[in-house]
């Protein structure tokens, strides 16, 4: 009975937070339909339903998920490549203080420096196909590393003297001890890192315009004056950037809770 009523009151505080979402939602879209009927200028601003008639009719053509998935992929490896960089770099630094003082510098210039300028400087050095997959690896290594950094200097002190007492060393420690300690921390840096890189990724492609491309067509859309395409894409943006925080969060909440569930 208890455990009905639990469950009851937590899908009626779920159905109440989608409720007011929703209300949220609803406020903005008629203030910007509002805007965009008093600015009466469709260069300048058009509104929400006129941009989601025109993404309906981008999304029944091949070249919307073309240029989605290639986006999508270019970003999606760099994201991968510097979240697993990171966590690599991280296992070293917290092992070895050389390590740790020599990156140091690095990681604080990557995440001070302005995208723009790495965007400008990597083209020099690699082709505009691949200029989405460094920027995304550059947005992500300095917050995966400095989190799981954070997450290994916090490990609870009695589990590393208990592994020391049981004998546990190299993958024995790091799956007994450091897993459980760093995943919460490597959770946070995910979710942040992946919304940096897929914007940071978008605005590479929108300076190197590689071909089927969303960064492409945002740029097309900027040079025509094509405002409700402009609109359209931006959309897309966002609703991929959400899709995609949705999935991986989900998925590493899942881990982590069947990690806890472990005798």
Same mark, same amino acid.
Request: charged share 15%; glycine share 10%.
């Given at each position: 009975?208890?455990?009905?009523?639990?469950?009851?009151?937590?899908?009626?505080?779920?159905?109440?937070?989608?409720?007011?979402?929703?209300?949220?939602?609803?406020?903005?879209?008629?203030?910007?339909?509002?805007?965009?009927?008093?600015?009466?200028?469709?260069?300048?601003?058009?509104?929400?339903?006129?941009?989601?008639?025109?993404?309906?009719?981008?999304?029944?053509?091949?070249?919307?998920? #073309?240029?989605?998935?290639?986006?999508?992929?270019?970003?999606?490896?760099?994201?991968?490549?510097?979240?697993?960089?990171?966590?690599?770099? #991280?296992?070293? #630094?917290?092992?070895?203080?050389?390590?740790?003082?020599?990156?140091?510098?690095?990681?604080?210039?990557?995440?001070?420096?302005?995208?723009?300028?790495?965007?400008?400087?990597?083209?020099?050095?690699?082709?505009?196909?691949?200029?989405?997959?460094?920027?995304?690896?550059?947005?992500?290594?300095?917050?995966?590393?400095?989190?799981?950094?954070?997450?290994?200097?916090?490990?609870?002190?009695?589990?590393?003297?208990?592994?020391?007492?049981?004998?546990?060393?190299?993958?024995?420690?790091?799956?007994?001890?450091?897993?459980?300690?760093?995943?919460?921390?490597?959770?946070?840096?995910?979710?942040?890192?992946?919304?940096?890189?897929?914007?940071?990724?978008?605005?590479?492609?929108?300076?190197?315009?590689?071909?089927?491309?969303?960064?492409?067509?945002?740029?097309?859309?900027?040079?025509?004056?094509?405002?409700?395409?402009?609109?359209?894409?931006?959309?897309?943006?966002?609703?991929?950037?959400?899709?995609?925080?949705?999935?991986?969060?989900?998925?590493?909440?899942?881990?982590?809770?069947?990690?806890?569930?472990?005798?």
């Amino acid at each position: 009975m208890r455990g009905g009523l639990d469950n009851g009151m937590r899908e009626g505080g779920r159905l109440r937070t989608w409720g007011v979402r929703l209300l949220v939602a609803a406020f903005w879209l008629a203030v910007w339909q509002l805007v965009a009927c008093a600015v009466d200028s469709r260069i300048i601003l058009v509104g929400p339903l006129e941009v989601l008639a025109r993404l309906v009719e981008l999304a029944g053509t091949g070249e919307f998920w #073309a240029s989605v998935a290639t986006s999508l992929a270019r970003i999606g490896a760099g994201f991968l490549g510097g979240a697993v960089s990171g966590v690599v770099l #991280a296992a070293a #630094a917290s092992r070895l203080a050389a390590v740790r003082e020599l990156l140091a510098p690095v990681m604080g210039a990557l995440k001070a420096v302005p995208v723009a300028s790495f965007v400008i400087l990597v083209l020099l050095w690699v082709s505009s196909r691949d200029l989405s997959v460094v920027i995304a690896w550059i947005m992500a290594l300095p917050i995966v590393y400095t989190n799981v950094c954070e997450g290994i200097s916090q490990t609870d002190p009695a589990l590393l003297e208990m592994a020391e007492v049981f004998g546990l060393r190299g993958l024995d420690r790091v799956r007994l001890v450091y897993l459980s300690q760093v995943l919460p921390y490597f959770r946070a840096a995910v979710s942040l890192a992946l919304g940096l890189s897929w914007k940071a990724g978008i605005a590479a492609e929108v300076i190197g315009l590689p071909d089927l491309t969303i960064g492409e067509h945002l740029y097309d859309a900027k040079v025509y004056l094509d405002t409700p395409d402009l609109f359209a894409w931006t959309v897309a943006i966002v609703v991929v950037s959400v899709a995609l925080s949705a999935v991986v969060g989900k998925g590493l909440d899942a881990a982590l809770r069947r990690w806890e569930a472990r005798p």
